[in-house]
């Protein structure tokens, strides 16, 4: 089993929809949680963190749940500038203090 | 500031071949990581290091070698290229072990023939 598994996608939608994706981790010991994304043929951008307690910024919404060890992203109102691969991120190699990357959900908006 | 910077962006190299991929932060990070990236399987660590003098292997280190011998720079060296080697190879920095904000150089994308 992965450490960090994300629905490759891609998800299609249309600009100003909502949309989520969803990621899981297996050690439950992990204590730090990001969202990177990922440009075509780009280098990966931290998108945001994600706390215990959910955070927001803008049109994005992050949430944790520990108990079933997955994290969520929301985004409202999709823009076209907002198609890219979203990296879920874990630190789930506690040894190293090394991140562990899901291998990342494609988002397509469409006009 | 220029971040984490890399070079070369592209290069190809026939099997055998060594080769050293640069990498060079500027903002005074301790932690510095190298990573591969090949479709479907997410990034994969390769070395670490924690500061300069140490280092230390990730994941996937077989064929690689690392070293520091500075805070700003951290080459990544290619043994002997094999096939498999053919990917897209990312340096990152972060300020230290503790902190996990990452920042990523542009890549690398190394074939091997």
């Known amino acids: 089993r992965k450490e960090v598994e994300q629905d490759p996608g891609p998800f299609n939608v249309p600009e100003g929809a909502t949309v989520a994706f969803n990621c899981t981790y297996s050690?439950?010991?992990?204590?730090?949680f990001f969202w990177y994304r990922q440009d075509c043929r780009k280098e990966p951008k931290l998108l945001m963190s994600v706390y215990s307690s959910g955070n927001e910024d803008g049109r994005f919404t992050a949430q944790l749940n520990r108990a079933s060890q997955y994290i969520s992203l929301l985004i409202r109102d999709s823009k076209l500038s907002d198609s890219a691969t979203y990296l879920c991120v874990v630190n789930s190699d506690t040894g190293r203090r090394a991140l562990t990357f899901g291998s990342g959900t494609r988002l397509q908006v469409q006009p | 500031n220029a971040g984490v910077t890399q070079t070369p962006k592209f290069q190809v190299l026939k099997t055998g071949q060594s080769m050293t991929l640069q990498c060079a932060q500027d903002?005074?990070?301790?932690?510095m990581s190298w990573y591969r990236q090949d479709p479907g399987m997410g990034l994969r660590l390769i070395h670490y290091?924690?500061?300069?003098?140490?280092?230390d292997q990730g994941e996937v280190p077989n064929g690689y070698n690392v070293s520091r011998s500075t805070t700003e720079d951290f080459p990544l060296r290619l043994l002997s290229a094999a096939p498999s080697q053919t990917s897209v190879y990312f340096c990152?920095?972060?300020?230290?072990?503790?902190?996990?904000?990452?920042?990523f150089g542009p890549g690398t994308r190394l074939t091997v023939t």
């Open positions: 290091s924690v500061g300069a003098g140490i280092t």
């Open positions: 050690n439950s010991a992990s204590q730090s």
């Open positions: 990152a920095s972060r300020p230290n072990r503790e902190n996990y904000e990452q920042y």
């Open positions: 903002m005074n990070h301790e932690y």
